[in-house]
Structures are given as structure tokens and as C-alpha cells.
């Protein structure tokens, strides 16, 4: 960000890996968690027998679990916040801010713990969108949308088209953004 001129047109695509098993966040006490996450990390526990929950060693360890997700979610929303603010020091308040996550977590649901698959259930599926523009106003829209949506809804509030050569899947959200109906 330093390097790029302050008046030209910046685009920042920052990926955070956590809240991810093993859950691990900086400066958490010990609990049955973060001992099942190190077993898994170290080869000493085969995570398919985590993720099944062989002999209720997973269901045993759902609370502290939660809590450690929650402590790695709370870490993650500190890294956005600092990312934020280094931008706005620097000058450089976003436009657009778009948040998302590739996925969401089983803690359980259809018999799964600490994974993020085989399943199409919501417990995978219903992640945040969050789209924050100029002129916006906060609202909630429980419609489907997926994250080959969010390239086409910045290509059209940046005013641009996707290239020629280039098939978009997703189709801007532009429309459900101000409250009008898109139709999907």
C-alpha cells in the first residue's frame, strides 16, 4: 500500500485462514480443544477420527471448542480492524469493503465436528456477506447470493465491465444493495 501512489485506484484482496481447526488463537489457556487441535497438528490424532467424533472425544470438547472459535473469530476481527486502520492512516478509506468466508464450520451438524464438509447443509453454506459501499444503508437481505457474485457487483460499482475474453458465473448484487428486487 505504501508503494502505490495515494490518488491511484487501489484493489486489496486479504485472506485470513482463521477461525480454522485446529483452533489455536494467540494467548488462550489450554483446554481440551486446543489439546485435541495440537494432537491433530502433530500427526498424533487422525483428524478423520476428530471429525466423526470417534469414542465422543469431539462431542467432549464442543464447549471449549466453541470457545476457542470464537476467541479466533474475535482475533480475526482485530486483523481486519488493524488492516482498516492502517489504510485510513495511510490515506487510503476504502470505497467498497466486501467481507466474506469461503465457508462455514460443523460443530456437530449431521455428525461432523471441526470440518467443513462432506455436507450442503447450512452449517457450511450460510456464510456473511458483507458489502459496505458510498451511499449505502445498512440492511439485512436473506436472498441467496455466492461469492462469484462479488466480482461482478465491484466491476459495476467501479463503473467497469468484466473483460471481453472473461465469463463471469456470478451477476452484480448491485441491485439488491439499494433494496430493489434483482429478479433471483
Do not use: K, N
Not at 500427526?43 to 471429525?51: N, P, S, T
Not at 471448542?65 to 490515506?91: I, K, P, T
Not at 447470493?145 to 452484480?172: F, H, I, Q
Amino acid at each position: 500500500v505504501d508503494a502505490t501512489e495515494s490518488e491511484r485506484p487501489l484493489f486489496l484482496w486479504v485472506h485470513f485462514v482463521d477461525p480454522h481447526f485446529p483452533y489455536l488463537p494467540q494467548g488462550a489457556p489450554a483446554g481440551p480443544c486446543s489439546r485435541l487441535g495440537e494432537q491433530a497438528r502433530d500427526g498424533e490424532l487422525a483428524r478423520v477420527h476428530l471429525f466423526t467424533d470417534r469414542g465422543g472425544v469431539s462431542s467432549e470438547a464442543l464447549p471449549d471448542c466453541l470457545r476457542l472459535y470464537d476467541l479466533e473469530v474475535a482475533q480475526a476481527d482485530r486483523g481486519v480492524g488493524a488492516l482498516l486502520d492502517g489504510l485510513a492512516v495511510r490515506g487510503r478509506t476504502p470505497d467498497w469493503t466486501v467481507f466474506s468466508s469461503d465457508h462455514g464450520e460443523h460443530f456437530g451438524e449431521s455428525g461432523i465436528y471441526y470440518e467443513h464438509g462432506p455436507t450442503v447443509d447450512d452449517a457450511v453454506l450460510r456464510i456473511p456477506l458483507v458489502v459496505v459501499g458510498p451511499g449505502r444503508a445498512g440492511r439485512v437481505d436473506d436472498g441467496v447470493a455466492t461469492l462469484e457474485d462479488v466480482a461482478p457487483t465491484l466491476l459495476e460499482a467501479a463503473g467497469m465491465s468484466a473483460p471481453a475474453d472473461l465469463e463471469l458465473d456470478g451477476r452484480s448484487l448491485m441491485p439488491r444493495l439499494t433494496g430493489a428486487e434483482d429478479g433471483g
